[in-house]
């Protein structure tokens, strides 16, 4: 499949086009960074990893547009202290210049936190991200309290990378993630990457709390050459309605449409594509048809 041939196989699929969740649209400085980790990331992870769709904000806007994306996050996500806001200032002016991508907002356990996240919810954010990883804090840091209560009394959808791909950190991993969700039961989390390679456990927390959700990004491409964790395949079948469709646009290694491919691959059927699509991020962020 190529990216050409997206909106004509979702037209047949019976849906409008496609929600993208987790797509990146950044300040061009923090951008360029990124890519260069990218570019040097042969040596940790093994292999090289080409940024596939390297165009300006406006270039990559129109690709999304030109395979069927009707929308679509931009999500930045905070690397040490002091840089959120800043972030959260370039995506704001980006949202409201961009009327098909999500108002999307970020956060890092600093005490500032605790007064710019209500703001930005009271602002209209639509979704938060939040990158253990490569911010390499705990879920569960106690600067991170009054965030978390706030995003459950607001409902805001948080795309959490958490999981210990591609390289594992000090906090990676689903125990911090339960333990907050222990406390805020109803954050409406979605864990980024299928929660890869602790795909069983993140897939544990969808199944046993209600607003816990996950989203696709870079599962089972073929770009990793690994197998399907036996069980899986059953278990996404079984959560339908909690999977979300995302990507890493711009950041990913292979063509867009590679990633509708491997889903369509799981062979869990028409009506399953149908709701990871479209139908579930549609619903989540009130994306009319």
């Known amino acids: ?14 849906i409008p086009g496609i929600v993208d969740v987790h797509t990146h649209f950044m300040p061009p400085a923090i951008l360029a ?17 080409p940024v596939t769709y390297r165009g300006s904000d406006e270039e990559r806007v129109a690709q999304l547009r ?22 959260n200032e370039w995506t704001g002016e980006f949202a409201a210049s961009t ?13 500032e936190a605790a007064t710019y996240v209500p703001k930005l919810i009271a602002d209209g954010v639509e979704v938060f991200k ?30 959490l990378h958490a999981g210990s791909g591609p390289a594992p950190g000090t906090f990676t991993g689903p125990a911090g993630v339960a333990d907050v969700l222990s406390r805020h039961p109803d ?4 864990i980024a ?50 999977i979300l469709f995302g990507t890493d646009f711009p950041n990913i290694p292979y063509a867009y449409a590679h990633q509708v491919e491997v889903l369509e691959r ?16 549609a619903e989540l962020f009130g994306v009319a048809a």
């Open 66 to 87: 030109a395979m069927g994306v009707k929308r679509f996050s931009a999500l930045s996500y905070a690397h040490k202290p002091g840089v959120a806001e800043f972030m």
């Open 193 to 242: 990457h299928l929660g890869m390679p602790e795909i069983s456990e993140f897939l544990e927390l969808a199944e046993t709390c209600a607003n816990v959700r996950l989203d696709t990004t870079m599962a089972f491409v073929d770009f990793w050459g690994l197998p399907i964790p036996d069980g899986v395949v059953p278990r996404l079948a079984a959560l339908q309605d909690k």
């Open 130 to 159: 939040a990158h253990v990883q490569v911010g390499d804090f705990a879920p569960n840091d106690p600067l991170l309290e009054p965030v978390w209560a706030a995003l459950a009394e607001s409902g805001t959808p948080i795309v």
């Open 187 to 190: 954050l409406a989390l979605i």
């Open 99 to 111: 009327p098909d991508a999500l108002h999307s907002a970020t956060f890092y356990p600093e005490p």
């Open 33 to 49: 960074k990124v890519w260069a980790y990218f570019d040097s990331a042969g040596p940790l992870l093994g292999r090289a990893w």
């Open 1 to 14: 499949m190529q990216d050409a041939d997206l909106p004509a196989w979702t037209e047949k699929l019976g």
């Open 266 to 281: 799981l062979d869990l059927g028409d009506d399953w594509l149908r709701s990871v699509l479209w139908h579930n991020g």
